[in-house]
């Protein structure tokens, strides 16, 4: 490939990509992907794409495609410095291409299997459980509940309190018939870091509900055994489906 | 023979990855035209679809991060004099291995610009063991890539952990080369032309400013291409091991306090993701790894990988690259496994 076609392709995939990048902060679907305090770095390096592509574009005009030291069919083994093979052009288009082919969702439940599913353990320090008893029992999300029911000592205290929280629905293997998981991701930086919270329900039409699908969950805190360890189960009154949030993520 | 495998290899891969969304795309248009896909295929598309998610978290946090070492990187090479610098430099022994390894901290470059930009500084004055402890410490001890740490795993252990890892281990094998005669380090000189794009910077006459901020972007972006292959790379096989690989598998390596580190390690080396980013590929596998291992892979990997490891042969002979790669893979996991058997995580 001469090095201004090479030019051409690499500005046409920078650009690309800031504009997609760009396009996922406007409509909302960035989140899906990463914590939403890391948005305004993803704004930066847009433009920092669409700056540079830029500029590639207006080089292409001062290549002089009769130097010698130019031509090189991108075989990079020798040196540092040579034009971009082929191969790691198209590699670089993959991220846009994932983006647009592939439809864009949260993390569902069946990542669940592969990396498991929290309802307890030492996920947050004192601190933070004392900030979440402040918050009133109907507005605390799962991950409040679960790190509620983490420490022992608040743990005696919050059960008979009202739930009433949102998630989706996870069917667990371990569960007998007439309970189901309500579930969330928490995110501390971006998906790959993601894992899954859920509350124990417990409710008479449990096997009619689908996995995935989100739904809202009253009820009263009680306490049941997984595995041996104590779980929070939620004794519920009234369970209905509801749509998926926007901000499909906890941040913990 | 594993060289041109491999580059083989990651020559289709593009090919096969292109093949997979196609057909993923096919799948989601059928799900629409029909108004549903039969179990099986709508569970693979999911699979597909949280594989993409997670593909994409790893790669959009990176590409910042990836894009302002890539700008720094090119800025250094405009706009500073490197004689300026080695004027600054301790000219031997424990001295100038302490500067070496704490001159990242004003050169913000990676692994993949460290390597001409450590032989630069070499070959204008700065001693062989500054260079060496430069080589290992500046892809982590430096203003980007400390801040990317900070982003992934905000203050702790691991952030402590990596930049007093990196610091000793780069300090120490830079102070064992100074006791090496640089003739037996280097390779002959003649024989190293400068890269294109660097030798059409050697300032015979300073170019006006604007001319010199396009060259800085230029750079940038011959730099991104270069490195941004290894962080789509790392992030498409981390992506791979998250959606399809059961972590009951991975647990039975990874709690291990000896056999994760190295497994790290290895995963380091394989993955060859630039230390930039590499700190959110590596908070994938928290959880799942000792914390000890999980420094393994933050400490060792900006060190010694798959293409460093090509660079360093092309500066340093290759005994030299021997001890290279030796001195930091054992002092890395003595460390680390140290501390794991210590059991200092708490």
Redesign the interface.
């Known amino acids: 490939m001469k090095e201004r076609t090479t030019r051409s392709f690499q500005a046409l995939i920078m650009a690309g990509l800031g504009a997609f990048l760009l396009f996922q902060v406007v409509n909302g679907g960035i989140t899906f992907y990463i914590h939403q305090r890391f948005v305004w770095l993803v704004v930066v390096g847009a433009i920092l794409l669409l700056v540079i592509a830029q500029t590639l574009f207006q080089s292409r005009s001062q290549i002089n495609e009769d130097d010698p030291h130019e031509h090189s069919d991108g075989e990079d083994d020798d040196h540092h410095h040579v034009l971009t093979p082929g191969w790691v052009l198209w590699l670089m288009i993959l991220p846009v291409m994932m983006g647009v082919l592939l439809p864009q969702r949260a993390l569902s439940a069946s990542v669940i299997q592969n990396r498991g599913i929290q309802t307890g353990g030492t996920l947050s320090s004192n601190t933070q459980v004392i900030q979440v008893q402040d918050i009133p029992p109907e507005q605390r999300t799962v991950l409040d509940w679960v790190r509620l029911f983490s420490q022992s000592d608040t743990r005696a205290q919050i059960k008979g309190q009202p739930v009433d929280v949102i998630g989706f629905v996870y069917r667990d293997p371990r569960l007998p018939a007439g309970q189901f998981m309500v579930a969330r991701f928490t995110l501390t930086c971006c998906v790959a870091d993601a894992s899954a919270l859920a509350l124990i329900v417990s409710w008479e039409d449990a096997d009619s509900l689908v996995e995935n699908r989100w739904v809202r969950v009253r009820g009263v805190l009680d306490e049941t055994l997984l595995d041996g360890h104590p779980a929070p189960l939620v004794l519920a009154k009234q369970v209905e489906e509801v749509p998926e949030p926007s901000q499909p993520y906890l941040y913990p | 023979m594993l060289?041109r495998a491999s580059k083989s290899f990651?020559?289709t891969?593009?090919?096969a990855?292109?093949t997979l969304?196609?057909f993923?795309?096919l799948l989601?248009f059928g799900e629409t035209a029909l108004g549903g896909l039969p179990e099986g295929l709508a569970?693979l598309?999911?699979?597909?679809?949280?594989f993409?998610?997670?593909?994409?978290?790893?790669?959009?946090?990176a590409?910042?991060?990836l894009?302002?070492g890539t700008?720094a990187s090119g800025l250094v090479e405009v706009f500073i004099s490197r004689e300026e610098l080695v004027r600054w430099i301790p000219q031997r022994g424990v001295g100038s291995a302490l500067a070496g390894s704490l001159l990242g901290l004003f050169f913000p470059v990676c692994e993949c610009g460290v390597?001409?930009f450590a032989r630069r500084l070499v070959r204008k004055g700065l001693p062989l063991s500054a260079g060496i402890a430069l080589l290992l410490a500046a892809p982590v001890v430096n203003p980007i890539v400390i801040a990317s740490t900070l982003?992934?795993f905000g203050v702790g252990p691991v952030f402590w952990g990596r930049l007093a890892g990196s610091l000793l281990i780069a300090f120490i094998t830079g102070w064992i080369f100074s006791l090496a005669p640089p003739q037996e380090v280097l390779r002959d000189r003649s024989g190293l032309p400068l890269?294109?794009?660097?030798a059409s910077l050697e300032p015979i006459a300073v170019p006006p400013l604007s001319q010199r901020f396009?060259q800085v972007?230029?750079i940038?972006?011959?730099e991104?291409?270069?490195m941004?292959?290894f962080l789509?790379?790392g992030a498409?096989l981390?992506?791979f091991m998250?959606?399809?690989?059961?972590?009951g598998g991975l647990l039975l390596l990874g709690q291990g306090a000896v056999l994760s580190v190295f497994v790290m390690i290895a995963l380091a080396i394989l993955l060859s993701v630039c230390s930039t980013v590499d700190a959110?590929?590596a908070?994938?596998f928290?959880?799942t790894f000792t914390t000890g291992s999980i420094l393994a892979f933050l400490v060792f990997g900006p060190m010694v990988d798959i293409k460093s490891t090509?660079?360093f042969l092309?500066v340093f002979k290759p005994r030299a690259v021997l001890y290279l790669i030796l001195l930091p893979f054992l002092m890395t996991a003595v460390l680390m496994i140290g501390l794991n058997l210590a059991g200092v995580w708490g």
Do not use: C, H, Y
């Not at chain 2, 993409?52 to 946090?61: D, K, Q, R, T, Y």
């Not at chain 2, 998250?242 to 972590?247: A, L």
């Open positions: 060289m990651f020559q891969l593009p090919w990855v292109t969304l196609v993923a795309a989601r569970n598309l999911e699979t597909l679809s949280n993409s998610a997670v593909f994409l978290g790893i790669f959009i946090e590409v910042p991060f894009l302002l700008l390597v001409p982003a992934a890269p294109p794009v660097m396009r972007l230029l940038a972006a011959d991104f291409f270069e941004g292959r789509v790379l498409l981390a992506a998250q959606t399809f690989i059961p972590q959110f590929i908070l994938a928290t959880g090509l660079m092309r």
